[in-house]
Antibody, heavy 121, light 110 residues
Framework: QITLKESGPALVKPTQTLTLTCTFS??????????VAWLRQAPGKSLEWLSL???????RYRPPLKTRLTVSKDTSKNQVVLTMTNLDPMDTATYFC?????????????WGQGTKVTVSS | QSVLTQPPSASGTPGQRVTISCSGS????????VYWFQKLPETAPKLLIY???QRPSGVPDRFSGSKSGTSASLAISGLRSEDEAHYYC???????????FGGGTKLTVL
């Protein structure tokens, strides 16, 4: 059974850096067939994709946010870490990590519960 | 302004069939698979449809997806009260190199 859980600070000040951790189980992030994605949903808004980290190390970022995002993995801990720099109140959102399956183009199939982040001074 | 266009709301009575549309362009829906998610308040999105019309295991066959040209649709038949939720479509956009989403449709079961 695949599970994912996000963790990180609930409150961050503007201009600070946000670090979120996705701890997963039930799969191995070691091949190009599997990835972990990060998405977010601001209050009252739609979903927004942020990044994809494939098991072979390939990374993809949402172009408008590319300069602010970094994603990495710790295979031994089954964790994926997302960092976002220069936080702004517009970054207030619930952040989700998901399992992403390239096989059969299943996509974002299993989601974590999400973690709420508020950016405020 | 979302890249994919969905109606902001839809409604139906129990047992009815409702459809939710998702309109895009040649650089996204026209050339890529469409996915649909269901989102209940304070819960994670749930994948309902992948590859335009495929259901993950566990998703009732009341939910079906279709695609034609640069538009896609999600149909829900035999509407139930627990279907009341927000529904989002998404796909990859080749021009933007980005996963793009619709603005979401709030489904109300009357």
């Amino acid at each position: 059974q695949i599970t994912l859980k996000e963790s990180g600070p609930a409150l961050v000040k503007p201009t600070q850096t946000l670090t979120l951790t996705c701890t997963f189980s039930g799969f191995s992030l070691t091949t190009s067939e599997v990835a972990v994605a990060w998405l977010r949903q601001a209050p009252g808004k739609s979903l927004e994709w942020l990044s994809l980290l494939y098991g072979d190390g390939d990374k993809r970022y949402r172009p408008p946010l590319k300069t602010r995002l970094t994603v990495s993995k710790d295979t031994s801990k089954n964790q994926v870490v997302l960092t976002m720099t220069n936080l702004d109140p517009m970054d207030t959102a619930t952040y989700f990590c998901t399992h992403y399956a390239t096989k059969n183009d299943i996509g974002f199939d299993i989601w974590g519960q999400g973690t709420k982040v508020t950016v405020s001074s | 302004q979302s890249v994919l266009t969905q109606p902001p709301s839809a409604s139906g009575t129990p047992g009815q069939r409702v459809t939710i549309s998702c309109s895009g362009s040649s650089s996204n829906i026209g050339s890529r698979f469409v996915y649909w998610f269901q989102k209940l308040p304070e819960t994670a999105p749930k994948l309902l449809i992948y590859r335009n019309n495929q259901r993950p295991s566990g998703v009732p066959d009341r939910f079906s997806g279709s695609k034609s040209g640069t538009s896609a649709s999600l149909a829900i038949s035999g509407l139930r009260s627990e279907d009341e939720a927000h529904y989002y479509c998404t796909t990859w956009d080749d021009k933007l190199s980005d996963w793009v989403f619709g603005g979401g449709t709030k489904l109300t079961v009357l």
